[in-house]
């Protein structure tokens, strides 16, 4: 394990977008039994998965996020994506990139960055 680095938070209107990043240069994107994922967290309340990706390609997302949000990662640069299109004042929140154990398409989460805010505020 190593350490995950997130960038690109900040503040945007309703309807804007943003792109999150996620240096994770020691980690190696094909791993069958590993995963990455974003999640966000509010003052008050429990942190909430946002959006998952495997090392066979496949994604999950939350429904709250879906057809908004996409995950995606650079392979070369060992950087993992979070584009958020049509954002909402409810995606406030502090975001944050994590790594765990694959199961199931369910990853369990051991390893976090920091965290990056977003504000969405007209």
């Known amino acids: 394990q190593g350490q995950l680095v997130e960038s690109g938070g900040g503040s945007v209107q309703p309807g804007g977008s943003l792109r999150l990043s996620c240096a994770v240069s020691?980690?190696?994107?094909?791993?069958?039994?590993?995963?990455l994922g974003w999640l966000r967290q509010t003052p008050g309340k429990e942190r909430e998965g946002v959006a998952s990706t495997f090392g066979d390609g496949t994604t999950m997302y939350a429904d709250s996020v879906k057809g908004r949000f996409t995950i995606s990662k650079d392979n070369a640069k060992k950087i993992l994506y979070l584009q958020m299109d049509n954002l909402k004042p409810e995606d406030t929140a502090m975001y944050y990139c994590?790594?765990?154990?694959?199961?199931?398409?369910?990853?369990?989460?051991?390893?976090w960055g920091q965290g990056t805010h977003v504000t969405i505020s007209s």
């Open positions: 020691w980690y190696s994107f094909t791993n069958n039994i590993r995963c």
């Open positions: 994590a790594e765990g154990q694959a199961r199931n398409y369910d990853c369990e989460y051991a390893n």
